[in-house]
């Protein structure tokens, strides 16, 4: 690395390389394109900030556009790499701009006019170049974040119309939990023989996560949550809708839990305070849909509770990788009602997860002990 790009890295305690970084940074930093899979938690937004910045520092054109382009699936994950690129890209005179949806064009657009390096979600991005508002023509380096969830959120077309804007010599870089198809038609359109690298299986799962199922009775549900919310620590409860959620974060305020709901349904700033508080300790419970599954990347969330059950078992990984980040441990709890637990046993087990089953009822001291 450069050395002012290290300096930045120390000021944050960060002197040694995670595995995914140690396996992609060179790559990346030769020029090659680069596949990368690795679970979240792992570094990932490192291995492509790190050297996409080392590569675009230096002299620039005498129109400054941007140089860097950076596409995730969610607006919240957008603003936290973000927060990673900024101080990098600063320490060499280059400028970041964020694009989402739910902020104003017009502050976007006089961003966009002084930027080097472009973190955007695919709808606001495509909207903005079909406006005349950015011109892609001058991107030497691409990342594609979360690839798979870019894909499996449908913004394949955004996509494919985004990485046709783009020189074709730009440089690739593309990381995934997973390879599925439209990954892989993204990898082999875009990519020029691209080395691979993978610090997880292709379903990893967490090792220091516990997993349990908790069967409950329908009419105990709503308290066995409440118990379980009731907690020391730091929890994310997932459901399936916006009303759901908004009626779980109503119903755990009545019952004094510090928390907030999470949803897409929510302005954008409200969803930033919600994370800002969530992240400073101000709540201790977020009850939030899937939108948050790959977006929220917070440290020391010691409980992920599946309220509602999951679609399916990359949801199920999805949602649980909230959890036991960075090398820490954590525990994932599904509840389930009898009528339930075949699905959710489906799910598991396609999840590549064995559960420990407890049968709850509110006020257990098993089900105490669980959640501590």
Do not use: C, W
């Not at 820490?328 to 509840?335: D, K, M, N, R």
């Amino acid at each position: 690395m450069p050395n002012v790009l290290a300096a930045v890295l120390a000021t944050g305690a960060i002197t040694e390389p995670t595995p995914i970084q140690a396996l992609t940074i060179p790559a990346a930093l030769s020029g090659r394109d680069v596949l990368g899979r690795g679970r979240t938690g792992s570094g990932k937004t490192l291995s492509f900030a790190l050297p996409m910045v080392a590569r675009l520092a230096g002299p620039r054109g005498l129109r400054r556009q941007p140089r860097g382009l950076v596409l995730v699936p969610t607006r919240e994950l957008a603003m936290q790499v973000v927060d990673v690129v900024t101080p990098l890209a600063g320490a060499v005179g280059m400028r970041t701009q964020l694009v989402i949806g739910g902020s104003s064009y017009d502050r976007q657009i006089r961003g966009l006019e002084r930027s080097d390096i472009v973190v955007a979600t695919p709808g606001r991005l495509v909207d903005l170049t079909e406006r005349g508002a950015v011109d892609l023509g001058a991107i030497r380096v691409v990342v594609l974040d979360e690839a798979d969830h870019m894909a499996d959120l449908g913004f394949m077309p955004e996509l494919e119309a985004i990485m046709g804007q783009l020189p074709g010599d730009a440089q690739g870089l593309l990381f995934s939990a997973t390879l599925d198809a439209d990954v892989d038609r993204l990898v082999r359109s875009h990519l020029t023989d691209p080395v691979e690298h993978s610090a997880d299986p292709a379903t990893a799962t967490v090792g220091t996560m516990a997993h349990h199922v908790v069967l409950v009775h329908p009419k105990d549900k709503d308290a066995v949550t409440t118990d379980i919310a009731l907690r020391r620590g730091r929890t994310v409860a997932f459901v399936r809708t916006q009303l759901g959620a908004d009626r779980l974060a109503g119903q755990l305020d009545e019952q004094g839990v510090r928390v907030a709901a999470l949803h897409g349904g929510m302005k954008q700033g409200i969803r930033t305070r919600t994370l800002e508080d969530f992240r400073r300790g101000r709540i201790d419970v977020l009850v939030a849909t899937d939108v948050a599954a790959r977006g929220l990347h917070v440290d020391d969330i010691d409980l992920v509770l599946h309220v509602d059950p999951p679609h399916g078992p990359k949801e199920y990984l999805h949602r649980s990788g909230r959890t036991a980040r960075a090398g820490a441990s954590g525990t994932v709890i599904s509840l389930a009602t009898l009528r339930q637990q075949r699905a959710v046993q489906a799910i598991t087990t396609r999840a590549g997860v064995t559960p420990a089953v407890l049968r709850a009822r509110p006020g257990d001291e098993a089900l105490r002990a669980l959640v501590g």
